[in-house]
């Protein structure tokens, strides 16, 4: 169904993107400096100093929460979907490398401890990603080398090319082995070599399908293909969080936790919650608190796990696949169990239920077609698709929760609508901390480096107001669901009748309009926790009121 064809000029960018594409397809390899005149010229929003000779603090800092430390060292990063890919093209044993990672970015990485980076792929956007991810890296790595190269004091001279907030930040990320970061960008240039193994859109399927095969044989008993599905892309901590709700018999121990971590951000929110004076949730902050705190008390975190494993919630780490864990919850299980008081839901009718829910860590843009249309094949029958995400807003604030009704999708140019069954209704009683803006319309983009302000400003103009990448791939899935052919491409479809139930809900955690409020330049700390938990208690409503019915 064709209407109102949503048109956007792209030529840098698409330049770009052909650019590297072409050079990988050719010889399997590129070389990150025959792209910098590229990257350059399109101008990304989030790399708008990339062409002058002042250090970009902000996509620095950006490429140094996603990339590994072992970045100096490194000279070339290949590429491969799966454990078959590297083993077929002769890889060294992955149990003789060094696992690696990056602390804002979510992927499966290596390091031979010479000069070569492996790098688990999921899609092609996860291509897109490190191609203009490393290339922006190396612009600015280079630039603050030629800065510092000559000083005699590596630390006063970085001090007066850098902020004292960004010297704060980079002295977070690297901690102790700050000053040798800064003699390693002193020393060293930085050129990276870029080795695809196989971009084929097969290998990519192969990848995904022994993903889920991987989590079939873990669970044979639950028999998916028998089975209605509810299918959450969300995390792994806020879902399973709120129906354990472990954390009220541990508010003592937490809170004396608290009090020896001296963190005073966080001992000033817990005295405002107590006085009233901020409208966070107790146990939310609890839930943030008992994280922090299980990543120094292994027996924490394992007592946990027994207490999922009790409720029949089943969890799948990632395999030599797809770095996505996955969360199997048997509806059933959870009969008779007492939720948040908010919610006024009685559980007691949940053992007549046969439904399981999958949650799974949300992917990275194109993987998320990959993933919903594998699940989709594989199970008896899809009752909920479930939605939850980061993503820039061009109305919002930081924290804000976001419900689209629209969605333009950059990879096929579709345009969907859609009714979301999450709506401001839902959040009245849960959410207190930020605004819930309804009927809004998103850009399902192909990469955060593939954005530029003329690009931005088009789509405000158009009434885009939600900037992300996930919807899109995962209305290419659903539109399979529905139809009988496979998704279409620079179409209008309207998927308000689907057979299933639709919700979807970003919270805002970056406005690209506000310099210093991008995740580049800022962490995203507790903003998140409050609209993460207040999404996480409408899905689980959803899905419980559909299963006492």
Same mark, same amino acid.
């Given at each position: 169904?064709?209407?109102?064809?949503?048109?956007?000029?792209?030529?840098?960018?698409?330049?770009?993107?052909?650019?590297?594409?072409?050079?990988?397809?050719?010889?399997?390899?590129?070389?990150?400096?025959?792209?910098?005149?590229?990257?350059?010229?399109?101008?990304?929003?989030?790399?708008?100093?990339?062409?002058?000779?002042?250090?970009?603090?902000?996509?620095?800092?950006?490429?140094?929460?996603?990339?590994?430390?072992?970045?100096?060292?490194?000279?070339?990063?290949?590429?491969?979907?799966?454990?078959?890919?590297?083993?077929?093209?002769?890889?060294?044993?992955?149990?003789?490398?060094?696992?690696?990672?990056?602390?804002?970015?979510?992927?499966?990485?290596?390091?031979?401890?010479?000069?070569?980076?492996?790098?688990?792929?999921?899609?092609?956007?996860?291509?897109?990603?490190?191609?203009?991810?490393?290339?922006?890296?190396?612009?600015?790595?280079?630039?603050?080398?030629?800065?510092?190269?000559?000083?005699?004091?590596?630390?006063?001279?970085?001090?007066?090319?850098?902020?004292?907030?960004?010297?704060?930040?980079?002295?977070?990320?690297?901690?102790?082995? %700050?000053?040798? /970061? $800064?003699?390693?960008?002193? !020393?060293?240039?930085? +050129?990276? *070599?870029?080795? @695809?193994?196989?971009?084929?859109?097969?290998?990519?399927?192969?990848?995904?399908?022994?993903?889920?095969?991987?989590?079939?044989?873990?669970?044979? %008993?639950?028999? /998916? $293909?028998?089975?209605?599905? !509810?299918?959450?892309? +969300?995390? *792994?901590?806020? @879902?399973?969080?709120?129906?354990?709700?472990?954390?009220?018999?541990?508010?003592?121990?937490?809170?004396?936790?608290?009090?020896?971590?001296?963190?005073?951000?966080?001992?000033?929110?817990?005295?405002?919650?107590?006085?009233?004076?901020?409208?966070?949730?107790?146990?939310?902050?609890?839930?943030?608190?008992?994280?922090?705190?299980?990543?120094?008390?292994?027996?924490?975190?394992?007592?946990?796990?027994?207490?999922?494993?009790?409720?029949?919630?089943?969890?799948?780490?990632?395999?030599?696949?797809?770095?996505?864990?996955?969360?199997?919850?048997?509806?059933?299980?959870?009969?008779?169990?007492?939720?948040?008081?908010?919610?006024?839901?009685?559980?007691?009718?949940?053992?007549?239920?046969?439904?399981?829910?999958?949650?799974?860590?949300?992917?990275?843009?194109?993987?998320?077609?990959?993933?919903?249309?594998?699940?989709?094949?594989?199970?008896?029958?899809?009752?909920?698709?479930?939605?939850?995400?980061?993503?820039?807003?061009?109305?919002?604030?930081?924290?804000?929760?976001?419900?689209?009704?629209?969605?333009?999708?950059?990879?096929?140019?579709?345009?969907?609508?859609?009714?979301?069954?999450?709506?401001?209704?839902?959040?009245?009683?849960?959410?207190?901390?930020?605004?819930?803006?309804?009927?809004?319309?998103?850009?399902?983009?192909?990469?955060?480096?593939?954005?530029?302000?003329?690009?931005?400003?088009?789509?405000?103009?158009?009434?885009?107001?939600?900037?992300?990448?996930?919807?899109?791939?995962?209305?290419?899935?659903?539109?399979?669901?529905?139809?009988?052919?496979?998704?279409?491409?620079?179409?209008?479809?309207?998927?308000?009748?689907?057979?299933?139930?639709?919700?979807?809900?970003?919270?805002?955690?970056?406005?690209?309009?506000?310099?210093?409020?991008?995740?580049?330049?800022?962490?995203?700390?507790?903003?998140?926790?409050?609209?993460?938990?207040?999404?996480?208690?409408?899905?689980?409503?959803?899905?419980?009121?559909?299963?006492?019915?």
């Amino acid at each position: 169904m064709h209407q109102g064809k949503t048109t956007f000029n792209t030529t840098e960018i698409e330049i770009y993107i052909r650019t590297y594409r072409s050079l990988l397809k050719s010889s399997g390899t590129v070389n990150i400096a025959q792209l910098i005149d590229a990257h350059i010229a399109a101008k990304p929003l989030l790399h708008e100093k990339g062409g002058t000779d002042t250090i970009d603090t902000s996509a620095f800092i950006y490429g140094l929460l996603r990339l590994p430390q072992v970045m100096s060292n490194v000279k070339k990063v290949i590429l491969g979907q799966s454990l078959d890919v590297f083993k077929k093209h002769n890889v060294i044993k992955f149990s003789q490398l060094k696992e690696v990672e990056a602390p804002g970015r979510r992927r499966k990485m290596y390091f031979d401890g010479k000069e070569i980076l492996y790098v688990y792929i999921a899609s092609v956007t996860d291509v897109d990603d490190l191609i203009t991810l490393l290339t922006s890296f190396q612009i600015e790595w280079n630039k603050f080398h030629e800065k510092l190269r000559h000083a005699k004091d590596t630390e006063s001279e970085a001090k007066k090319h850098l902020s004292q907030d960004d010297i704060s930040k980079m002295q977070k990320i690297w901690g102790k082995e %700050y000053p040798k /970061f $800064l003699q390693a960008i002193k !020393y060293r240039e930085v +050129s990276f *070599t870029v080795q @695809l193994l196989s971009g084929s859109y097969v290998e990519y399927a192969k990848a995904t399908q022994r993903w889920w095969d991987h989590i079939e044989n873990q669970l044979k %008993y639950l028999n /998916f $293909l028998s089975r209605p599905l !509810y299918f959450v892309s +969300s995390n *792994t901590h806020s @879902l399973v969080n709120l129906l354990l709700r472990h954390v009220l018999a541990d508010e003592k121990l937490l809170i004396e936790y608290l009090y020896k971590t001296h963190d005073q951000t966080l001992l000033r929110l817990w005295r405002e919650i107590n006085s009233g004076d901020f409208l966070a949730n107790r146990e939310n902050f609890l839930y943030y608190i008992a994280k922090k705190y299980g990543k120094t008390h292994p027996e924490y975190e394992k007592r946990r796990t027994h207490l999922m494993t009790k409720l029949g919630i089943h969890v799948i780490p990632s395999s030599h696949y797809l770095d996505i864990d996955t969360q199997v919850i048997e509806v059933k299980k959870l009969a008779g169990l007492s939720l948040d008081p908010r919610l006024k839901l009685d559980t007691k009718n949940l053992g007549k239920s046969d439904a399981v829910i999958v949650n799974i860590d949300y992917p990275l843009g194109w993987a998320a077609y990959q993933i919903l249309t594998e699940i989709g094949q594989n199970v008896a029958r899809i009752k909920g698709v479930y939605i939850m995400g980061k993503a820039a807003t061009l109305n919002g604030q930081i924290g804000d929760i976001l419900l689209p009704t629209t969605v333009f999708d950059q990879h096929t140019k579709n345009l969907y609508v859609f009714d979301n069954s999450l709506r401001a209704s839902d959040f009245e009683t849960i959410f207190k901390t930020g605004a819930v803006l309804s009927d809004q319309k998103t850009i399902a983009a192909k990469g955060t480096f593939l954005e530029n302000g003329d690009l931005v400003k088009k789509w405000y103009q158009e009434g885009y107001t939600i900037i992300e990448m996930e919807t899109g791939p995962y209305f290419n899935a659903l539109y399979e669901f529905v139809f009988y052919n496979r998704y279409a491409e620079n179409d209008f479809i309207s998927l308000t009748n689907a057979p299933f139930e639709i919700g979807i809900a970003h919270y805002a955690s970056d406005t690209p309009y506000s310099k210093a409020k991008n995740l580049g330049v800022r962490n995203l700390s507790y903003e998140g926790v409050e609209p993460t938990y207040a999404i996480s208690l409408a899905i689980l409503k959803k899905i419980i009121e559909r299963e006492n019915k």
